[in-house]
């Protein structure tokens, strides 16, 4: 039985995550790491409220078998481009090094489709050298996946969001072949195809949008 570290639980993939998880036998304590105390019923789950300002305080709470990373931001919603940065870059970085000192054997990335550490727009930018410190750090298993425009019910709906839900549905028929990974993926997937990797033996670490697609069918 296997212990998890969920960081970004209640978010977007990380809500549809921490569901399987507990409903995954394979599990008997998920630990999620939050900023506010919360209630829970189920008896698998540990909350740790986290200081992300000091993570070294939290070294002994790191500890397990597996990590699971789905924090993010917006630009909108992080407009302190030092507060964007600390979320995108920084906080990853520190807890995939936190986790790899404390022998956690695998760790597991939403990252973005197009993610590149040379890129010159800071979201893509910001992601890729996240990937890059993920495999660097030679964790047993890493599971990295790139989805396309995230579709689920979000807790703040933007207008630019569904406008580009639309769009994204209307393109997707004439998106074949290469443009594969460009079509939109339910965060639902997403969750599944990181449980799937964490729990069988695949040998492949990094994933496009139509391959987690492929990866869950």
Do not use: W
Request: aromatic share 8%; glycine share 6%; proline share 3%.
């Amino acid at each position: 039985m296997k212990t998890a570290l969920v960081f970004g639980s209640s978010g977007l993939v990380g809500s549809h995550l921490l569901n399987g998880l507990i409903h995954n036998s394979n599990y008997s304590k998920i630990k999620i790491f939050v900023r506010s105390l919360s209630e829970t019923n189920d008896s698998k789950i540990e909350i740790i409220k986290t200081d992300f300002n000091n993570l070294d305080k939290h070294v002994e709470d790191i500890k397990g078998d597996e990590c699971f990373f789905c924090i993010g931001t917006t630009k909108k919603n992080s407009p302190n481009k030092f507060e964007y940065r600390k979320i995108e870059l920084d906080i990853p970085k520190k807890i995939a090094q936190i986790a790899k000192s404390n022998l956690v054997k695998s760790f597991f990335f939403v990252s973005s489709g197009y993610a590149n550490p040379k890129s010159s727009g800071d979201y893509l930018k910001f992601k890729g050298l996240v990937e890059e410190e993920i495999k660097n750090l030679n964790f047993d298993k890493i599971g990295i996946m790139r989805p396309s425009f995230l579709l689920g019910k979000r807790k703040v709906e933007r207008v630019g969001e569904k406008f580009g839900i639309i769009i994204f549905k209307v393109l997707t028929p004439i998106l074949i072949g290469p443009l594969r990974k460009m079509r939109p993926i339910g965060s639902e997937k997403v969750a599944k195809a990181m449980i799937k990797l964490a729990n069988e033996n695949i040998d492949q670490n990094v994933f496009e949008s139509n391959e987690i697609v492929d990866l869950v069918r």
